[in-house]
């Protein structure tokens, strides 16, 4: 399956290789820098590419590259979702997954690897059997090692390969027991210029936290499962409980995972926080033109919609920009062509506007791509689409957990199309 | 050893210092003196006595490795820390050592007897990690080793360390694949394992070592499915990739005959299947044509009927595509889209445009398989055709296959909106794909002839674009589309004629140009005014252009020689001076070819054809066309050329392989006279199938040994019993391999006594599984599964093959599964008594053999089957499934309710039914074609004054998972009569309404069947200390089983009812339980002082899953009373709580 490993920087640096069979050399991975050179962005490098002897199936992820050297068939996908998981495991162990901290970490990042793959098939991927064999660092934890000279790996062998849950170590004990989920909404939407909605759908996620002593059974429920249209799940949730009753059945991992995500039901009408009223047009002769943006709630039910953020990639013709905002600031970066207005929170009373002229470049003709704007915005305490969670029962164990449910709703891939009307400058 | 190999990294240490460090690694040799140094250092600190400054040393070591740089030379002072006591240089030497032992094996074989003595060692993580190791230390010398470590390890004791042993198979086999033929034996061990741990594992040696034995699944089949859902993520794609493969080998195209599958469809196929299948394979002629006449006209309408074990596959797969990784998602829609009937593919759609939303990596390879399949399945996708619309923000791959995508999708009524999203892709800033977009309008004009003109228009317009990439691509698409129609094109043609004066572009004038001459006769007026215009500016023109215009000017001239020889004799004199060679040459060399002179030869008499020529229009097709020849999802898909190791996807069989090599024998305490069928059966197989028998270790004589009494073996049972199968084999037909199995049988033979201890240790029941760790997976599935809950009733009780059966068949709760459960069930009761008449027995098993497990659905019910209580088979299956509970204690059947109370419901007036009125019932017996299912009465009076003919159920419309078993046709029903029918239907445990058409010969019409909850359920029959125990176990494991609700009411009986029989007729009523007789067990326990108050207990399971349902009703004074009832169902027991309390109250 997978022979090698490659953690490469965006500058094309090789900073840490690992190999699980014959040694592959570093060479193979020129044709992956070819292909990276040719891209524009780190995005457009394809994922897999075919070289004489190997095939390379890579990932772009915060900002590093993990490549993989492949020999023989296998799913692409098992591939990448690996490569994937490798970075949550990262992730997960070392706050963040970047450059530095795997430097720092090289030893245990190597460690990891050596676990996670035999021979190039996946052997233990479950975080919580990892750290039971190689412990995450913490600041205590260092200060100890360096004073008594012992590292992070374990020194009880692992159970948790052996337990009957390969998700959940056993033995685990909390003085606070607690359970916590985010339900985390986010509102892919495409409008048109007029405001009408050409695509709107919600994608959800269940985020959990639970710290729970012992061997917790938990049910969650939901008032209203029926929004949900497509669902999948983490593997501790009971597929058979959930398609014939509709709740969440399920042993929780330790810590924090990803309980289930969810695709609401597309024939329900999503409801679309804010509207966006944007002109965006340029003067028939002369190389000027006007931006006029606001931003306004729509259906919010109640809520404050916060951190609101508008982007805009301008038309690469444009030479300078001259804008005022009623609230918040934006930023203007002439080299991307790329205008942020950052508004925060928006304040029904008094829409935040920004406009301003636009100046083209002497003889460039009139941009014929109309830019869209992107919108970010959150809403604390609402998911959109109305799902609530009806209650959490906890089985298995005597003690009482503290449960908490918390509701947040974002935007997505939210877009609004403009179009760039031209205007006669003598009118 | 240390101290040879302290001596030897002496020496070795010095001589490395000594030696030059080889430019191995560039990196390195840039601070070389340095370097030296530190690795001088690090010796020194390898060498030391503190485990810190080893570790210390090791750490630096591995960063090093992990780095890419060369830390060969450090080889002899690591190797000897392998036997550290500290574990995390231990770890970190393992690290080292599997990195350069293949650089330096001689120094590596140091390390192996530390290896071996770990293979030993009591603790089974420091047994898997050795062996972790030592396969993995690339040296050939040490193959024989590695090969009896596997060999041991695959019969360990601990999973885990199996789980290893399957991964060492293809290391061991990659260095040296001679040993193919020993690793496929440990594989065949393996692959009948039963835990989930080691299953993933052992296919993906499988599929390394020997992908072609597909022979050896075949036992382990229904095992693999039915243990797929709780194999870890990777082992499920491995698992599925390899399933979808085998399916092709042994199943029928389910899409052969599509007509008949549509009416056919889903779980119906399923039961009608088995008869027919194994009529196929039935030598018996005789018997074949009985079977054949017995099979009713639904059988003989239906070719093809599903294998079970392909519905199995299906079945089991479908909820993985809830999965959260990716890969295990693209696996099981690959799988159905290459095994399923067309009607059900559609399930897969969902779940993969739900990956169209995760990393952008796996939209890539998902979005490429969704371009294959919407080309063969284009109705699947057409629902989501809005998540494939095209983000500004998307990477230009994915924008280039979402465009794929929404090109294969598009037909006659959608194609406007995907015209109009196609517009505005037009005006995005990435040219590539603006380009990609102009040929995607060129495909749908082409594919759909109505919006031709609408594209032909649309792309004219752009050719007046300013970017000379679209303007290009435009006029190569207009092109190819003309081509398609010539007769209609003159006037776009004449429209881009008139384009040549605005248009600048030389590619687009070029292609305008040679569009003209193309199509000349078209335009005969417009063609010659253009090579006037064009003559005018020869001069001015772009190399291609002005080939073009030569070009036009000879087909001119060989056309209309009369208006255009003048302008044609300028041009090519224009020409014959150019600057550009290629032009001169072209324009002497036209000359000479249609201009007829007295030298130019034969050839100008053909320069018509030569220039006119009708040129075949390009096809304008999808790349993704035919690549579903690969299996999707894989590599070579994804590449469209086939990757190294990549196993084709077969084609489907003409005829289906024996489907009897999946059967697995349950069996293995049967007495001897039972297994006599089956070893013939099994002998006549490996006629064809020669590797069949080179099996096993453990072989007959150890069998039938132990099986006799030890009750390791003989609990160990079900999928898992192929063991003993193939140990038979092995004794009837393979003498020769007696010798080579006996030493694994001595071992076998140890390791079972050693088991037999443990387990007696440990528990005073005996476990079904011998294994510490399999164990405790047969807990996990009590915890997942709820049939569980009735099968651990039998736990306390000596029934101890009844119980291991129900824990090998693991998790699943699927109806099917449970029926399996059941019958096999039924069969040890059956065998259980082995002095028996064996004549009837005989009878059974062989119909066992015959009819794969499932003898208990008769597709076709012959009508005396209907009343079920009468006849044997069904009364059989009512012992049996009471039997599920029933220990000692004396059965009463006297709590049956009688049916005479039973209430009707009307499906049908006499006036709506033109006459014919229908009315139905809940007969409260079991169903005996499928004990699944809550039997329904149907009664048929035909009040016209014609009689009614062929009355029967058609399209039933149904929640999923419900089922129907329709009742055979009426053929005739004579005015004024009254019929009686049963029908069955699967409720799924909801109180959903079954919809269907009840037809006649002339009408149909619509009726549905709403079931009261109480009918869900079946009666079962328990004492009252049983019903105690029950209630208060389930209670106490709450939380590991599924949350057994209980529910409690306080009511106030109505005066009528206050009485004990009135208590129990109305409850009775309601639901269809059985009352638990109270007090019948005062003998057994210890004497209890009468209850204050009267309980009355009421017991009984739902139909479909068999979950409990117990009722009990305490009345106290004053009509006061409580009800409890406690069910897992937490539906229905509200409902039921609901309905009990109003039929207690009014």
Redesign the interface.
């Known amino acids: 399956m997978i022979n090698s490993l490659f953690l490469i920087n965006p500058s094309g640096e090789m900073f840490l290789e690992k190999h699980w069979k014959s040694v592959v050399s570093r060479s193979v991975c020129d044709y992956f820098l070819e292909a990276k050179e040719k891209a524009l962005e780190p995005e457009d490098v394809p994922p897999v590419i075919h070289t004489p002897h190997h095939y390379l199936i890579s990932i772009y992820r915060d900002k590093l590259f993990f490549l993989s050297v492949i020999q023989t068939e296998v799913p692409p996908l098992f591939v990448i979702e690996f490569l994937h998981r490798v970075a949550e495991m990262i992730q997960d162990y070392f706050g963040e997954c970047s450059e530095t901290v795997v430097k720092d970490h090289m030893v245990m990042v190597y460690e990891l690897l050596e676990e996670m793959l035999d021979n190039g098939f996946p052997l233990a991927t479950e975080s919580n059997v990892l750290k039971e064999m190689i412990r995450p660092p913490t600041i205590l934890r260092s200060v100890v090692n360096t004073l008594t000279g012992t590292s992070n790996v374990g020194d009880t062998l692992l159970t948790g390969q052996l337990s009957t849950i390969p998700w959940r170590r056993a033995g685990v004990r909390y003085t606070n027991n607690e359970a916590y989920f985010d339900v985390v909404e986010e509102i892919d939407a495409i409008l048109d210029q007029s405001g009408t909605t050409v695509f709107a759908e919600i994608q959800g996620v269940v985020e959990a936290c639970v710290k729970l002593s012992g061997m917790p059974d938990l049910t969650l429920s939901f008032m209203n499962p029926r929004l949900l249209d497509d669902v999948s799940f983490h593997p501790c949730v009971r597929y058979k409980l959930w398609e014939s009753e509709r709740v969440l059945s399920f042993i929780p991992p330790d810590g924090n995972f990803t309980l289930m995500t969810y695709h609401v039901n597309a024939q329900n009408l999503v409801a679309i926080p804010v509207y966006v009223k944007q002109s965006i047009s340029f003067f028939e002769c002369g190389s000027d033109g006007r931006l006029d943006v606001t931003v306004g709630p729509k259906q919010t039910m109640g809520k404050t919609v916060e951190g609101v953020m508008v982007t805009v990639h301008l038309p690469k013709t444009i030479l300078s920009i001259n804008l005022t905002a009623t609230q918040g600031s934006y930023t203007y970066d002439n080299g991307t062509k790329l205008l942020v207005w950052d508004i925060g929170k928006l304040n029904p009373q008094k829409l935040p506007n920004l406009r301003g002229s636009l100046s083209l470049q002497a003889g460039a003709p009139k941009p014929e791509e109309n830019p869209s704007l992107n919108i970010d915005l959150k809403i604390q305490q609402l998911a959109i689409s109305g799902l609530k969670v009806n209650r959490l029962d906890m089985f298995g164990e005597k003690y009482k957990p503290f449960k908490g449910v918390k509701y947040i709703t974002k935007a997505g891939k939210f877009q609004v199309l403009t179009i760039t009307a031209s205007i006669n400058k003598y009118t | 050893m240390s101290a040879s190999s302290a001596f030897n990294d002496e020496k070795g240490g010095s001589s490395n210092v000594g030696e030059p460090e080889y430019g191995h690694d560039p990196a390195s040799g840039g601070i070389f003196s340095s370097d030296y140094k530190r690795h001088d250092d690090l010796k020194e600190m390898l060498d030391s006595n ?3 400054l080893k ?2 040393a090791m ?1 630096r070591i ?2 090093m ?4 740089k060369n830390a060969s030379d450090l080889f002899p002072a690591v190797v000897k820390n392998v036997a550290c006591k500290n ?2 240089v231990k ?2 030497v393992y ?1 080292y050592l599997v ?1 350069y032992a ?1 650089e330096q094996q001689d120094l590596a074989l140091l390390s192996i007897s530390t290896f071996q003595r770990g293979l030993k060692d009591p ?4 047994r898997a990690s050795a062996l ?1 190791v030592l ?2 230390i ?1 040296v050939t010398i040490i193959v024989p080793i590695m090969m009896l470590a596997i060999k041991e390890a695959a019969s360990d004791m ?1 999973p ?1 360390v199996r789980k ?1 042993a399957a ?2 198979i ?2 061991l086999y ?1 260095l040296d694949p001679e040993q193919k033929d020993c690793l496929i034996e440990v594989i065949e061990k393996l692959l009948a394992d039963k835990t989930t ?1 080691v299953a993933g ?1 052992v296919v ?1 040696a499988f599929e390394e070592v020997c992908p072609e034995r597909i022979d050896l699944i075949h036992k382990n089949y229904r095992k693999l499915c039915n243990l797929l ?1 709780d194999v ?3 082992g499920q ?1 491995v698992i599925i ?1 390899m399933l979808t493969r085998y399916a092709r080998t042994q199943f029928l195209n389910p899409n052969m005959n599509e007509s008949l599958l549509e009416e056919g469809g889903g779980e119906k196929a399923f039961y009608g299947s088995d008869n027919d299948d194994d009529t196929d394979d039935e030598e018996d002629k005789e018997e074949k044509e009985k079977k054949k006449t017995e099979a009713t006209a639904i059988v003989k309408r239906k070719p093809y009927v599903m294998d079970p074990d392909h519905r199995l596959l299906l079945r089991n797969t479908k ?1 993985l595509l ?6 295990v ?3 099981v829609a690959q799988l159905y889209f290459h095994l399923a009937p067309k009607a059900e593919v559609g399930v897969i759609a ?2 993969l ?2 990956l169209m ?1 995760s ?4 939209q ?3 979005l490429q398989n969704v371009a294959t399949m919407s080309i063969k399945r284009r109705g699947m996708f057409e629902p989501y055709l ?1 998540s494939f ?1 095209i ?3 998307d ?3 994915i924008k280039v296959l979402k465009l794929e995508v929404l090109t294969n999708l598009a037909n006659e009524t959608n194609i406007s909106t995907i015209l109009r999203e196609f517009q ?1 892709y037009i ?3 990435d040219k590539d794909f603006v380009a990609a977009t102009i040929q995607a309008i060129g495909r749908c004009a082409t594919n759909i002839g109505e919006v031709r003109d609408t594209c032909l228009n649309g792309l004219v317009q752009l050719l007046s674009n ?1 970017d000379e990439l679209v303007v290009a691509e435009s006029v190569v698409v207009i092109k190819k589309l003309l081509q398609m129609q010539p007769e209609q094109h003159s006037d776009i043609i004449k429209h881009m004629a008139k384009l040549t004066d605005n248009i600048q572009v030389p590619m687009a004038r070029a292609s305008i140009l040679w569009l003209i001459g193309e199509y000349c006769e078209h335009v005969p007026k417009i063609a010659p005014d253009v090579l006037r215009k064009m003559a005018k500016t020869f001069t001015n023109e772009e190399d291609i252009v002005k080939l073009q215009i030569i070009n036009l000017a000879a087909k001119l001239y060989l056309t209309n020689s009369k208006q255009t020889k003048l302008l044609t004799q300028y041009v090519l004199n224009l020409a014959k001076y150019d600057q550009n060679y290629d032009i001169r040459d072209r324009a002497r060399f036209i000359r000479q070819l249609i201009v007829p002179t007295d030298k130019s030869g034969a050839l100008s008499k053909y320069a018509k054809k030569l220039f006119l020529a009708l040129k075949p229009a390009p096809v304008l097709e999808s790349p993704f066309k035919d690549r579903d020849h690969f299996q999707l ?4 898909h ?2 469209n ?1 086939k ?5 084709v996807l077969p084609d489907w069989p003409e005829a289906a392989p024996d489907p009897s090599v999946r059967n697995v024998e349950v069996k293995e305490s049967v007495p001897e006279w039972t297994k006599c069928s089956s070893r013939e059966k099994r002998k006549e197989k490996k006629a064809d199938k020669p590797f069949y028998s080179d099996s096993e270790g453990e072989s007959g004589p150890t069998e039938s040994a132990d099986s006799a009494s030890d009750t390791a073996s003989g609990s160990e049972s079900g999928s898992g019993s192929e063991e003993s199968g193939s140990g038979s084999e092995s004794e009837e037909s393979n003498e020769e391999s007696e010798s080579a199995s006996e030493e694994d049988e001595e071992e076998e033979g140890k390791k079972k006594k050693k088991n037999v201890e443990k387990i007696k240790a440990r528990k005073p029941v005996p476990e079904s599984e011998s294994e510490p ?1 399999s164990g ?2 047969v ?2 599935s009590e ?4 049939p569980r809950i009735g099968s651990s009733e039998s736990e306390s009780e000596e029934d101890n093959d009844s119980e291991s059966e129900s824990s090998e068949s693991e998790e699943e ?1 699927s109806e099917e599964e449970s029926e399996e459960e059941t019958k096999k069930k039924k069969k040890t009761t059956a065998s259980k008594p082995p002095s028996k008449p064996p004549k009837k027995e005989n009878k059974k098993e062989k119909k066992e053999m015959s009819l794969l497990d499932f003898d208990d659905f008769d597709p076709a019910p012959s009508p005396s089957q209907v009343t079920p209580l009468n006849n044997f088979l069904s009364s059989s299956l009512v012992t049996d499934l009471e039997g599920l509970s029933l220990t000692d204690n004396v059965l009463s059947p006297t709590t049956i309710i009688p049916s005479g109370n039973l209430k009707t419901y009307e499906l049908l007036h006499r006036i709506t039914g033109e006459g014919l009125s229908v009315e139905y019932c809940f007969s409260r017996q079991p169903f005996s074609p499928d004990p699944h299912m809550v039997a329904v009465k149907i009664q048929f009076t035909n009040s016209a004054t014609s009689e009614a003919k062929s009355l029967h159920v058609e399209d039933a419309k149904l929640q999923s ?1 419900m089922r129907i078993k329709e009742f055979p046709e009426i053929e005739v029903l004579p005015a004024g009569e009254t019929v009686s029918v049963v029908m069955g239907i699967d409720f ?2 909801s109180t959903q309404a079954a919809n269907f058409q009840l037809c006649t010969h002339t009408r149909k019409f619509f009726v549905s069947i709403q079931p009261p909850v109480g009918e869900l359920m079946m009666p079962i029959f328990m004492t009252e200390n049983e019903f105690k125990k029950e209630q208060e176990m389930l209670l106490q494991s ?3 089983l ?2 057994m609700n209980e529910i409690t009411e306080k009511l106030t009986l109505e005066e009528k009812c206050q009485g004990e029989h009135a208590v129990v007729q109305r409850v009775t009523t309601a639901a269809n339980l059985s009352r638990v007789p109270c007090g019948s067990d005062k003998e057994c326990s210890p004497p209890v002082p009468p209850p204050p108050f009267p309980i009355h207990r009421f017991a009984g399971k739902t139909v479909t ?1 068999g979950s409990l349902v117990l009722v009990s009703v305490v009345t106290k004074e004053d009509g006061a009373a409580q009800l409890t009832v406690n069910c897992e ?3 229905i027991g509200t409902m039921l709580v609901k309905d009990i309390l109003q039929a207690l109250t009014q």
Do not use: F
């Open positions: 503190k485990d810190s570790l210390e750490k591995v960063a490795i992990a780095r890419g574990i995390e770890k970190l690290v990195r293949e603790n089974q993580l420091i972790r396969s993995s690339r601990s885990y290893t991964h060492a293809p290391k990659s741990l594992s993906m859902i870890e993520e990777w794609v990739n909820p809830q999965s959260r990784n990716a890969a998602v693209m696996a969902k779940a445009v739900r939303r990393h952008s990596e796996v890539y390879v998902v809005k619309y983000r500004s923000t990477p230009t791959q505005t005006k995005s800033n300013r999802g894989s590599l070579s994804l590449l050329a990757a190294g190791g990549y196993q760790s405790e997976d807990k996990k915890k997942k599964s709820k709760e998972g799924c445990d709450l939380g590991q599924m949350g899953s169902k937490m539906v």
